[in-house]
């Protein structure tokens, strides 16, 4: 029995909050704080004030503030489902009030679009003496595929030696150009240099300059497209046989087309412009007139699939495995009224933070997902609504 503070008020933690809610037996109180507190008042609403017991403001960029509203809730566990600038400062807090922290994508700073664990990996040693625990990318992808690579690792091969995530989103919202999750974010990650990890080191590649047209299970074949993303640079360090790691995501032309085009009009920068007196960030502009990703839930057709690669040797022999789970954004909408890909990343962070809170993955410092056994999270996948399965592969990926 533990009470859980919540941080943001987005379309995932609408999923977070909802999944919890569902586990009173593990949360027994749930509190939320963002930004906004119309927002919050409204995923109370959704999900119950006999569950969501208590809504604050915060404004999680300023360390003391939260540190403030932690000493007033008195949660076991703070669940960081607001932005990843707002990573560090809640680590702070949690630091300074003794709490447990989860998140689910690595700390950038604002002014850099610069994805890596460095900056949260640098917290380990003082978690760790104050007998404190961070779990790092508790989503689906960092997360689950973090997790499946562990899993693979474990039940299927000796030694693990080829990885290649990937991330296919086979749905249809309707609209012209949206983002999935956080516009501002999900546009810095995709627009950065692709970047791979192959016989010890990163080699880089142009922005979504490299395809390769995968076969998704109930999906069909769909354009992917080599990226940089944060689980391969835990992944490469605590799987250290691995000769390759790769991340693929699906794109359509239409959307390729509208983020060029903003590109090349400047509208994707991340640095200040002024305008009519004063200074603004022309993506964060954009992101206040693109679909809320939350508002994409109602009519949402299709499916994604994520999942992960492995190949490796077992036995003496190689082989290929892809474990991956299929998510339909209707059903989600009928049952929590998000859409799939909020979806895959609340369920996870609700696991991971239920793991935590009994004790089957409490270990004071800072992990990412694959640094604890697999197997009881993978059985909850199945329970909470991400079933996944296990294919052997003819040939190696790709192939
Ligand atoms: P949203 O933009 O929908 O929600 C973010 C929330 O954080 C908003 O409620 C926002 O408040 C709040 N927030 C922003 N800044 C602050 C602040 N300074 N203080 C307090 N609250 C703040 O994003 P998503 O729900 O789509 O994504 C949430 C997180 O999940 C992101 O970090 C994203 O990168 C991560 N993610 C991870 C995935 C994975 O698989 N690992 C996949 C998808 C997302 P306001 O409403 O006022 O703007």
Same mark, same amino acid.
């Given at each position: 029995m533990s009470k859980v503070l919540v941080i943001g008020a987005g379309g995932v933690s609408s999923v977070v909050v909802q999944k919890c809610a569902m586990l009173p037996q593990v949360f027994s109180e749930i509190h939320l704080a963002s930004r906004t507190l119309a927002k919050c008042e409204a995923l109370q609403e959704e999900a119950g004030k006999d569950r969501v017991v208590g809504v604050y403001q915060v404004d999680a960029d300023d360390a003391a503030k939260v540190a403030d509203l932690i000493r007033q809730v008195q949660p076991s566990l703070v669940i960081n489902v607001a932005l990843p600038y707002q990573d560090l400062p809640i680590m702070d807090a949690c630091l300074e009030t003794g709490v447990h922290y989860l998140d689910t994508a690595n700390y950038e700073p604002k002014d850099e679009a610069k994805f890596e664990y460095s900056w949260q990996w640098a917290y380990q040693e003082r978690f760790k003496e104050k007998g404190l625990m961070a779990l790092l990318g508790a989503g689906f992808d960092p997360g689950v595929t973090n997790v499946f690579t562990a899993y693979a690792a474990k039940h299927y091969f000796d030694e693990v030696q080829y990885l290649d995530i990937v991330d296919c989103n086979g749905g249809d919202h309707g609209q012209a150009f949206a983002t999935n999750f956080n516009p501002e974010i999900n546009i810095r990650e995709i627009t950065q240099r692709g970047k791979f990890w192959e016989n010890g080191e990163w080699h880089e590649t142009d922005p979504i300059s490299v395809r390769k047209d995968l076969d998704y299970p109930n999906v069909g074949v769909r354009p992917s497209y080599l990226l940089f993303h944060e689980e391969l640079e835990s992944l490469v360090k605590h799987f250290p046989t691995l000769k390759r790691a790769r991340f693929w995501m699906t794109f359509g032309d239409e959307y390729l087309t509208h983020l060029r085009v903003l590109e090349n009009v400047g509208m994707t920068s991340i640095h200040p412009v002024q305008f009519q007196g004063q200074d603004i960030v022309p993506l964060e502009f954009l992101k206040a007139v *693109? &679909?809320? &990703? /939350?508002? *994409?839930?109602? /009519?949402y057709t299709g499916k994604t699939c994520i999942g992960t690669y492995v190949t490796g040797i077992k036995d003496g022999q190689q082989k290929t495995i892809f474990i991956y789970n299929n998510c339909d954004h209707a059903e989600t909408n009928k049952e929590v009224g998000a859409q799939a890909v909020s979806y895959t990343t609340g369920v996870p962070a609700m696991i991971g933070a239920a793991m935590m809170l009994e004790g089957h993955w409490m270990k004071p410092g800072v992990w990412n997902m694959e640094q604890f056994d697999p197997d009881e999270f993978m059985n909850r996948l199945n329970q909470h609504g991400l079933p996944w399965h296990v294919t052997e592969c003819d040939k190696p990926f790709g192939a």
């Open positions: *693109l &679909p809320n &990703p /939350g508002s *994409l839930a109602e /009519g």
